[in-house]
């Protein structure tokens, strides 16, 4: 991967004659979080009641400004997230992601550990902050059993976002046009779709296949609304196809948005089910077949936002669902610090041969640091 950035720097570098500036930034947040939760019968003796998530990541970027309409841009960006009880799909970790953009009046060019296009212009449920509504982290205080990464096993029995996230942050090639008469248009390639925060188990047979997406994006301001859409298509080769659509709406302070998601496969895809050694359990792919949606609406009034939001998912032909609802509040003291208080209810099910269900609400209170 490095050889690709080098070569993409190098290109750019070497075309631009006219005298510019070399641009840097950085930024970042840290968290933390106390909740209490609550489980089924059978949870209460394998999890604690109380949990202490913590997180940060830091934003950095360097780069050169050739004139008003050309800038590249090399950016590296770090994860860390730890004190999680719960060892499930959220469980602690860090990471980080290398990238190279270049940006002028034709659009932006981005090669590295990037999401891929059709997931950077998705739009849907307003998110309160830390309290996204797709990649819950809400499973840090209700474990779900059909969503799990552990060190060595990945099982994802349903999706876990509306938005086409199978192959996470791996290495890819990815374009997004300026905009024209209210639209974007972006472009992605992914020579090996298998990444670490991705869907895709490293076991299974399917694990090193390239990836194609594709991204839509429209805004308008209608005066007494503010309107954003997005449609998304994503085909993974010999694993799945999925498509996407978005919604989202603004107006005085109040926003409402939803989006819906497809994952299915044909008959040139791998079959479902194949338990291929003891890190694929039964079923441990669902999500290449199913679909999932969410709602929600938020009200931003000064230095509060608050906001309840509803998350479902389902794989096909099976019982295997997903329930979540969050009713979040922040409340920013300054650009720097924020404080949040959350009350969630989660329901998990599947087939009973397999995986048990659980369900439960939690509590949760934390502060958050920007930089």
Same mark, same amino acid.
Do not use: C
């Given at each position: 991967?490095?050889?690709?950035?080098?070569?993409?720097?190098?290109?750019?570098?070497?075309?631009?004659?006219?005298?510019?500036?070399?641009?840097?930034?950085?930024? *970042?947040?840290?968290? *933390?979080?106390? %909740?209490?939760?609550?489980?089924?019968?059978?949870?209460?003796?394998?999890?604690?009641? /109380?949990?202490?998530?913590?997180?940060?990541?830091?934003?950095?970027?360097?780069?050169?400004?050739? #004139?008003?309409?050309?800038?590249?841009?090399? @950016?590296?960006?770090?994860?860390?997230?730890?004190?999680?009880?719960? =060892?499930? $799909?959220?469980?602690?970790?860090? *990471? =980080?992601? +290398?990238?190279? !953009?270049?940006?002028? =009046?034709?659009?932006?060019?981005?090669?590295?550990?990037? $999401?891929?296009?059709? $997931?950077?212009? &998705?739009? @849907?449920?307003?998110?309160? %902050?830390?309290?996204?509504?797709?990649?819950?982290?809400?499973?840090?205080?209700?474990?779900?059993?059909?969503?799990?990464?552990? !060190?060595?096993?990945?099982?994802?029995?349903?999706?876990?976002?509306?938005?086409?996230?199978?192959?996470?942050?791996?290495?890819?090639?990815?374009?997004?046009?300026?905009?024209?008469?209210?639209?974007?248009?972006?472009?992605?390639?992914?020579?090996?779709?298998?990444?670490?925060?991705?869907?895709?188990?490293? /076991?299974?047979?399917?694990?090193?296949?390239?990836?194609?997406?594709?991204?839509?994006?429209?805004?308008?301001?209608?005066?007494?609304?503010?309107?954003?859409? !997005?449609?998304? $298509?994503?085909?993974?080769?010999?694993?799945?196809?999925?498509?996407?659509?978005?919604?989202?709406?603004?107006?005085?302070?109040?926003?409402?948005? *939803?989006?819906?998601?497809?994952?299915?496969?044909?008959?040139? #895809?791998?079959?479902?089910? +194949?338990?291929?050694?003891?890190?694929?359990?039964?079923?441990?792919?669902?999500?290449?077949?199913?679909? &999932?949606?969410?709602?929600?609406?938020?009200?931003?009034?000064?230095?509060?936002?608050?906001?309840?939001?509803?998350?479902?998912?389902?794989?096909?032909?099976?019982?295997?669902? #997903?329930?979540?609802?969050?009713?979040?509040?922040?409340?920013?003291?300054?650009?720097?610090?924020?404080?949040?208080?959350?009350?969630?209810?989660?329901?998990?099910?599947?087939?009973?041969?397999?995986?048990? @269900?659980?369900?439960?609400?939690?509590?949760?209170?934390?502060?958050?640091?920007?930089?």
């Amino acid at each position: 991967m490095k050889k690709y950035l080098l070569l993409f720097s190098m290109v750019f570098v070497t075309s631009q004659a006219a005298a510019g500036e070399v641009i840097y930034d950085y930024s *970042g947040f840290a968290n *933390g979080f106390y %909740g209490y939760s609550n489980y089924s019968d059978k949870y209460r003796q394998k999890y604690k009641h /109380h949990h202490t998530p913590v997180s940060a990541e830091i934003y950095t970027s360097a780069g050169y400004q050739f #004139d008003n309409d050309n800038i590249l841009k090399l @950016g590296a960006d770090f994860q860390i997230a730890g004190g999680k009880e719960i =060892e499930d $799909y959220n469980h602690g970790t860090w *990471g =980080e992601n +290398l990238y190279a !953009s270049y940006f002028s =009046e034709y659009g932006e060019l981005s090669v590295g550990q990037i $999401y891929n296009a059709a $997931y950077q212009l &998705a739009v @849907g449920a307003p998110a309160v %902050g830390a309290f996204r509504v797709n990649n819950s982290p809400i499973t840090d205080f209700i474990a779900n059993p059909n969503w799990q990464r552990h !060190s060595r096993i990945t099982s994802y029995r349903t999706l876990n976002s509306t938005f086409l996230n199978t192959d996470a942050d791996a290495f890819k090639f990815s374009y997004i046009s300026p905009e024209f008469y209210h639209s974007k248009i972006a472009v992605s390639y992914t020579p090996d779709s298998y990444s670490k925060a991705g869907l895709i188990n490293k /076991h299974s047979k399917y694990d090193n296949r390239s990836s194609y997406s594709a991204g839509l994006y429209n805004d308008f301001d209608l005066d007494f609304v503010e309107i954003e859409t !997005s449609l998304g $298509y994503a085909y993974n080769r010999k694993n799945n196809q999925e498509i996407s659509a978005g919604l989202s709406l603004y107006r005085k302070g109040w926003t409402l948005g *939803g989006s819906y998601r497809k994952s299915f496969t044909t008959g040139n #895809d791998y079959e479902l089910n +194949l338990q291929s050694s003891d890190f694929t359990p039964y079923y441990f792919d669902g999500y290449r077949r199913s679909q &999932a949606f969410n709602a929600g609406i938020s009200y931003e009034i000064g230095p509060l936002t608050t906001g309840i939001s509803y998350f479902y998912s389902m794989a096909d032909k099976t019982d295997n669902k #997903d329930k979540i609802l969050t009713f979040a509040n922040r409340f920013a003291f300054n650009k720097y610090l924020a404080l949040y208080l959350t009350a969630a209810y989660a329901e998990y099910s599947g087939n009973k041969d397999y995986v048990s @269900g659980n369900r439960g609400y939690a509590f949760i209170s934390g502060i958050e640091l920007n930089f």
